[in-house]
């Protein structure tokens, strides 16, 4: 069991591609933790082990991972870098007391980068970047860290230079013991620093101390006196800003080297953020904050940041050590559920693998199985002191498809699936569409609904079938008309009788219906209006001239008939049912389609094509306005079914930058014109209107 001043919990990430995998497994390697290089494309790594990773060749879902390093238990969460995935991110940044940026040294600073140090900002993680991949053709450090400090600031602070760039790649030189470390025998060896290089290292030292010293008046006074502060007080120093996250300091090497991967692991346990340096974490205790710190001796409090749902083990749960420490079999309190959890045994995850310990204290990440009443998000207690955190921020799902067991027999495993599947990935919404018979699938993109039911089939044994998501018109009115609806039927006994006068006219969009009863005279015993009125909503309900639910109409029941012996509420249900269909007929009857409120957030150099994507879409431009970023903000009213797919759409127009927010707006008529296009894949399930 590692204090919590010996924990470091560090998330990898980056742009999809930027080695971040390769990188864990290299640190798994340099520490003994492993004992061969696995590869992505071979399906080998420790931390990618579940088979749509093999299958897609990236990872899907974050993996947790430790090795020891100089007395230190270092923690690696390895995350997805594709923006179908970024919810994993958050959740990882979440538990993180530190976020490695790995970047592609080849192509620099890429969308899901700047996307995800924007969130480690927001969540004010202390992070640090290593620029890999410099053994590659075309790999620049020098080009990289411009990029870096034009993106991020002036807080980018290198520590390490390169030896060598591209195929020349062979080690890196020490900023801060002024010594270089040659990879040439595939072990880290001490050489010579080129003659070429003094004077750039030179300088870039210089800059680094009087940024370090700049923190601390006392060092810097003794610097302004030619006194040059010994390195363990400048990496002291530095660990501070490091952990007030204002220094974000720059390493480099190659994962698939490895090079300077050992160095990397160095300066983790050297600069990176214990438990203990972070601030303390905010819960609420019913209606009050408090602040929790990482003490070992406090009581036990377990976040729960991660689910997965395991064929064989049952679901496993993902947890930081908030305070306290738990040892197996301990009995916590979860006051979500209102249900007694049971931690039998605690482990720490090498990848799939599971490794059983006999505590954990705080700072610790850890898992455990079989917690039925468990959640992401939960907090584990004593009973007396149920707690609450804010809960992990996970991206809006801004794609749906319609999913359904291909068996009819495996309906109910289907559901079972979703269910699951939503526990373990809380970016997918699953939920059921009476009006168009449809249970949908709602994610973050494409490859994440794609991958989601891969899963899903594949954990439920079951095979599944999709569909495009229909679109919820509606059918109005466009004029005022009569009609009668009579009902009549004679059989042995009572017969039934009734007939129902109405007038049918417009309101405004948004009004939904109205009722007005008008009988006078008794024409129509009191009793049976709510009947009529009954008939009229069932027509309603059932559809218009396409099928579509009707809205935005108001009835007026004037006159009717009725017999005193045949006459009931049945009757008078059916006589308003037959009159609406017959008045709406006569109405001018037109269809309403759904209008979403967009809003596109992208760098302003691609403005003008998603203003002419937009208007393409029939969409309505509101206006734009710029954000903390530079990066413009567009409003817009599309109708829905121009935008089922603009998420994917947006990404190929921006390269990835853009990012969408969609909300159901308003109801708007359907130009005739287009009905036919429009209406074309989104007939209602039952069409026999």
């Given at each position: 069991m590692f204090p919590a001043d010996r924990i470091r919990n560090v998330a990898l990430v980056g742009h999809h591609g930027s080695g971040k995998t390769t990188l864990t497994e290299a640190l798994l390697y340099r520490a003994g933790a492993v004992d061969r290089l696995g590869t992505v494309e071979g399906g080998t790594t420790v931390s990618d082990f579940e088979p749509e990773e093999h299958g897609h060749g990236m990872s899907v879902s974050l993996s947790l991972c430790s090795f020891e390093w100089r007395d230190h238990r270092v923690n690696i969460i390895d995350t997805p870098g594709y923006p179908d995935f970024a919810g994993e991110v958050s959740a990882a940044l979440r538990v993180a007391d530190m976020a490695v940026f790995v970047v592609d040294g080849v192509n620099g600073v890429e969308v899901e980068t700047e996307k995800q140090w924007r969130l480690a900002?927001?969540?004010?993680?202390?992070?640090?970047?290593?620029?890999?991949?410099?053994?590659?053709?075309?790999?620049?450090?020098?080009?990289?860290?411009?990029?870096?400090?034009?993106?991020?600031?002036?807080?980018?602070?290198?520590?390490?230079?390169?030896?060598?760039?591209?195929?020349?790649?062979?080690?890196?030189?020490?900023?801060?013991?002024?010594?270089?470390?040659?990879?040439?025998?595939?072990?880290?060896?001490?050489?010579?620093?080129?003659?070429?290089?003094?004077?750039?290292?030179?300088?870039?030292?210089?800059?680094?101390?009087?940024?370090?010293?700049?923190?601390?008046?006392?060092?810097?006074?003794?610097?302004?006196?030619?006194?040059?502060?010994?390195?363990?007080?400048?990496?002291?120093?530095?660990?501070?800003?490091?952990?007030?996250?204002?220094?974000?300091?720059?390493?480099?090497?190659?994962?698939?080297?490895?090079?300077?991967?050992?160095?990397?692991?160095d300066y983790l346990v050297e600069l990176g953020t214990p438990p203990t340096a972070r601030p303390s974490v905010k819960v609420i205790v019913g209606d009050e904050t408090m602040e929790i710190n990482s003490d070992p001796e406090g009581d036990p409090l377990v976040f729960v940041f991660k689910t997965v749902a395991d064929p064989y083990v049952g679901q496993i749960s993902m947890f930081r050590v908030l305070s306290g420490t738990i040892r197996p079999d301990a009995t916590l309190y979860n006051g979500r559920s209102s249900s007694t959890e049971r931690l039998a045994k605690l482990g720490v995850l090498q990848g799939k693998e599971s490794v059983l310990v006999d505590a954990l204290t705080a700072g610790a990440l850890g898992a455990t199985s079989k917690l039925s009443e468990t959640a992401t998000g939960d907090v584990l207690t004593p009973r007396n002191m149920p707690v609450t955190v804010p809960p992990i921020d996970t991206p809006d799902p801004v794609i749906g498809i319609a999913v359904k067991a291909t068996a009819l027999a495996d309906e109910d495993r289907l559901a079972t699936g979703l269910r699951r599947l939503q526990e373990e990935d809380r970016s997918i919404i699953v939920e059921h569409d009476d009006e168009t018979g449809q249970t949908m699938m709602r994610g973050l993109g494409e490859t994440h609904l794609k991958v989601s039911i891969e899963k899903l089939c594949r954990k439920m044994g079951i095979e599944v079938e999709t569909e495009p998501e229909k679109v919820r018109f509606r059918e109005t009115v466009t004029r005022t008309a009569e009609a009668a609806g009579k009902h009549k039927k004679q059989s042995g006994g009572h017969g039934q009788f009734g007939v129902a006068m109405i007038r049918m006219e417009p309101l405004p969009r948004g009004a939904g219906f109205e009722f007005f009863d008008e009988i006078k005279g008794g024409s129509i015993p009191r009793q049976f209006i709510p009947a009529v009125e009954q008939g009229v909503v069932r027509a309603m309900t059932e559809g218009g001239v396409r099928g579509f639910p009707v809205t935005d109409v108001a009835v007026h029941l004037y006159d009717g008939k009725y017999h005193s012996v045949d006459s009931s509420e049945l009757s008078f249900q059916m006589a308003g049912r037959l009159a609406f269909l017959e008045a709406f007929q006569a109405a001018g009857p037109a269809v309403l389609e759904p209008v979403s409120k967009v809003e596109v957030t992208v760098p302003s150099e691609y403005q003008g094509d998603v203003l002419g994507d937009l208007a393409s879409r029939r969409g309505q431009v509101q206006g734009s306005m710029m954000d903390e970023f530079g990066n413009q903000v567009i409003s817009a009213l599309v109708p829905t079914a121009e935008i089922l797919t603009y998420a994917t759409d947006l990404r190929s127009i921006s390269r990835g930058w853009g990012s969408v927010k969609l909300a159901h707006d308003h109801y708007e008529e359907l130009p005739a014109s287009m009905a036919a296009r429009v209406l074309a894949a989104h007939a209602p399930k039952d069409d026999s209107h």
């Open positions: 900002e927001k969540l004010d993680v202390p992070r640090m970047i290593f620029v890999n991949k410099l053994d590659k053709e075309h790999a620049s450090f020098d080009r990289t860290l411009d990029e870096l400090r034009d993106r991020f600031g002036a807080g980018i602070a290198p520590i390490e230079l390169p030896l060598g760039d591209g195929p020349s790649f062979h080690g890196v030189v020490d900023l801060f013991e002024d010594e270089a470390h040659v990879y040439d025998s595939g072990h880290s060896e001490p050489g010579e620093i080129p003659d070429e290089m003094k004077e750039q290292i030179t300088e870039v030292e210089e800059a680094l101390i009087e940024g370090i010293v700049v923190a601390d008046d006392d060092l810097l006074e003794q610097y302004l006196e030619g006194e040059v502060p010994p390195v363990d007080t400048l990496e002291h120093v530095m660990a501070g800003g490091v952990a007030e996250a204002s220094v974000f300091p720059v390493v480099c090497g190659s994962a698939t080297g490895p090079i300077a991967v050992d160095r990397l692991a």
